[in-house]
């Protein structure tokens, strides 16, 4: 634990898990050749302590060095996604699902890309996509919004039917499609 000292409590975390071959959160976790798993690891606790421009460089240098390391395309996407670089979000998750179409979580993440990015249709089938694989109930209300921004009322309300039954209530579900609707009205 000397190695860790001076580090902070999530920072420490983040390496331990890494260094211990555990799924760090980021589904289809493959591991890489040391150099580029301590820069991988490094970028994490960047990310973590909120540093994203030194992480996704470090993300980017993983990249470089193993262009098959999928975790490192997946988690350069959250942190462009954090930062609200929706596009490159969008093509690191196209990676992401080239090298491995399993993980659910990089069909989830791109729908929202293509969601902040106007692109409702393919934001619904990539939703619909993750669901598949997974069975997320965010996808519920995901969808919902994507309807109402695409002017789809009924199947924005279908949507919120399904969201009620998969257990989320029906005030949440009405705010969605309240905020989605206030959001057209403002031109987003």
């Not at 420490?12 to 580029?36: K, M």
């Not at 240098?61 to 929706?86: C, G, K, Q, S, W």
Request: net charge negative.
């Amino acid at each position: 634990m000397k190695a860790f000292a001076g580090m902070s409590l999530l920072a420490s975390l983040l390496i331990l898990v890494s260094a211990c071959g555990q799924d760090s959160g980021t589904p289809g976790r493959r591991f890489a050749a040391p150099e580029v798993q301590e820069k991988f690891d490094q970028a994490m606790v960047y990310s973590g302590q909120g540093r994203t421009v030194d992480s996704i460089a470090l993300y980017s240098e993983a990249i470089e060095l193993d262009p098959l390391f999928v975790n490192a395309y997946f988690d350069r996407a959250v942190d462009h996604y954090a930062m609200t670089r929706y596009e490159q979000a969008r093509l690191d998750y196209d990676r992401v699902i080239e090298l491995d179409p399993s993980i659910a979580k990089a069909f989830l993440n791109r729908g929202r890309c293509y969601q902040k990015l106007g692109q409702h249709e393919k934001a619904i089938a990539d939703f619909d996509q993750a669901f598949s694989l997974e069975p997320f109930k965010a996808v519920y209300s995901l969808k919902t919004r994507s309807y109402v921004m695409m002017g789809k009322q009924d199947d924005a309300g279908r949507e919120l039917e399904l969201g009620v039954t998969a257990g989320y209530t029906r005030h949440y579900m009405e705010w969605v499609i309240e905020s989605a609707n206030k959001a057209l009205r403002l031109g987003y």
